[in-house]
């Protein structure tokens, strides 16, 4: 991640938080979270989702 991509995130969670308060800065975070992305794509994707449940 380069400074700028830092600089944008640290500036949408200010204005989230000012706006929205404490709801706000947890979906904010949430849309941001790399993690929270992967799960969605892989519940997105039955096929997977359901070869990794299928393993041993």
Known sequence: MNHKD???RFISKDI???FYNQKG???NSINNDSEVIDA???LQDPAKYNKI???N
């Open 40 to 42: 969605v794509k892989l």
């Open 16 to 18: 989230v938080t000012r």
């Open 6 to 8: 830092q600089i944008n």
């Open 53 to 55: 449940l299928s393993k």
């Open 25 to 27: 800065k947890i979906v």
